[in-house]
């Protein structure tokens, strides 16, 4: 008898992931307000904030619930905790005290969404349910359209060019390039919806085509890359060596080639050697990392518009940049050379045990911790996605770096499917 609330309830859950998943990555509330822009959709708009508020709430509420898993989760994790409490305590110290207190709260729900995960579902459930919420947001980007070209296609700055049922063209090709990549290791792998992960490959890669996103598609060109040198790391460690020596050389040559003749070849592909005024930015913000270096202005405590430290650069660089757009620089504004020295320890400690779990063939799906951690790295270098509050990609990060925690023990998280607990009238129903 206990079986029906159990699937029931397991489906709830499930459901609740995916769409979680969705609106994280920004999916679905740009349909809600036809208004909404890049700048007020990062300040805060209030259909966001609304929608963001029930996902936090739910999301605690859920680590709570699961508080002795996610305990388990954590301790095998010093370096996360050390990490969140010294951005917590960047409240001390914070340029903007009220900005802080609502960008902690939005990091500690989206925090807290990544650490339930991890701590509810094995790996293989979990990575079915993110590719059925990219196939779900490549879906509905497609219907958008095609059906509501107004508010799927950009009518602005970049006329013509598909951002679907995201805020920005550049969500829609970052979140499509991840969904290229996760749609293909469900495809090649044997199963009875080999045909359906394909077409969803081929209708993400269409949909980053149809972004006219540059970045997107050579992140795409990249990740594949690294898709193949992973599996040949997976084979034989030696073998990729001399494929690395040569990626180095030609990556030398760019670099020359990009010192000597930047102006013809951001012309040819209809670029400004700025980076689209990104430079400009870069330089303005290390002018004021300088002014604060070790411990930064606070987490959420620098860009808050006219009023606070944002106006010098915006003032410096000629337009109203919502962030860095630069992970490691977004960094040291809100935490310091102190908070970027603890981040960057967590990711390399996260890339080092992804690496060495490549080697487990045991693990199913092996490829994508160390696939992800790469992807983040590289879009960083042009986006702030690090340690970014209501953001998919920390979200992520958090359930990647925890699940690859407890591989260090034998039997890490039992699965969601094997051991079920769900709080029902005050009561445990186990399975």
């Given at each position: 008898?206990?079986s029906?609330?159990i699937?029931?309830f397991?489906?709830?859950e499930q459901?609740?992931?995916v769409?979680?998943?969705l609106l ?27 929608v963001?508020l029930v996902l936090?709430?739910i ?12 305990f388990?989760a ?8 050390v990490?969140?409490l ?5 409240l001390?110290?914070?340029a903007?005290?009220g ?5 902690l709260?939005g990091?500690?729900g989206?925090?807290c ?8 579902f094995?790996?293989?459930?979990f ?7 990219f ?5 509905l980007?497609l219907f958008?359209g095609?059906f509501?070209p107004?508010l799927a296609?950009?009518n602005?700055?970049?006329?013509g060019s ?13 979140f499509?390039?991840?969904s290229?990549?996760?749609q ?5 792998r044997k199963?009875r919806?080999r045909?359906?992960f ?7 890669f269409?949909?980053v085509?149809?972004s ?7 992140t795409?060109l990249?990740?594949?890359v ?5 599996k ?12 690395v020596?040569?990626?180095s050389?030609?990556t030398i040559?760019f670099?020359?080639?990009m ?5 013809f070849i ?5 670029k400004d ?6 430079t400009v ?5 290390i ?5 604060r270096?070790?411990?930064?202005y606070?987490?959420g405590?620098f860009?808050?518009?006219w009023?606070?430290?944002s106006?010098?650069v915006?003032l ?6 919502p962030?860095a757009?630069n992970?490691?620089l977004?960094?040291?504004l809100d ?5 970027l ?10 890339v ?10 045991e ?5 994508w911790?160390?696939?992800?951690l ?6 960083n270098?042009?986006?702030s996605?690090?340690?970014?509050h209501?953001?998919?990609f920390?979200a ?9 925690s ?15 607990r ?10």
């Open positions: 008898m206990e029906v609330p699937n029931f397991r489906r709830i459901f609740f992931v769409i979680g998943l994280f990555s920004g999916g679905l509330i740009p349909l809600f307000e036809s208004n909404l822009d890049l700048g007020t959709y990062s300040a805060g708009d209030p259909i966001t904030q609304k963001y936090y709430v999301a605690i509420g859920l680590v709570i619930v699961n508080a002795k898993r996610v388990h954590l301790v095998s994790n010093k370096l996360l905790i990490l969140l010294f951005v917590c305590l960047s001390l110290w914070s903007s005290e900005n802080t207190v609502k960008r709260f990091l500690v989206s925090t969404f990544g650490m339930y995960i991890a701590s509810r094995d790996i293989t459930r990575l079915k349910l993110l590719a059925v919420s196939g779900l947001g490549a879906i980007s958008a095609l509501l107004e296609l950009d602005t700055y970049h006329m598909w951002k679907g049922i995201y805020v920005h063209k550049n969500f829609l090709g970052r499509m390039v991840l290229c990549i996760l293909f290791i469900f495809a090649i199963g919806y045909l359906f394909w077409l969803m490959f081929c209708l993400s269409v949909l085509l149809l006219s996103s540059l970045t997107a598609l050579l795409f990249i990740i594949i690294t898709y193949f040198l992973l040949i790391y997976q084979r034989n460690t030696w073998e990729v060596v001399p494929i020596i040569l990626l050389a030609l040559s670099g020359y080639l010192m000597n003749y930047s102006d951001f012309d040819s592909i209809g050697v700025t980076l689209t005024g990104r930015l870069w330089s303005a913000i002018e004021k990392i300088s002014e270096p070790f411990f930064g606070g987490y405590g860009w808050t518009g009023d606070g430290e106006a010098s915006w410096q660089a000629g337009w109203m940049a962030h757009h992970g490691f977004e960094l040291m935490i310091g050379i102190i908070g020295t603890l981040f960057t320890a967590l990711f390399i400690q996260t080092v045990r992804s690496l060495r779990v490549l080697k487990e063939k693990f199913n799906f092996e490829l911790p160390a696939i992800y790469f992807f983040q790295l590289f879009i270098f042009t986006e996605n690090f340690l970014r209501g953001n998919l920390w992520l990060f958090i359930t990647t770096t925890l699940y690859l407890n591989r260090q023990v034998k039997e890490p998280m039992k699965s969601a499917v094997n051991e079920v769900f709080l029902v009238g005050g009561n445990y129903i186990v399975k």
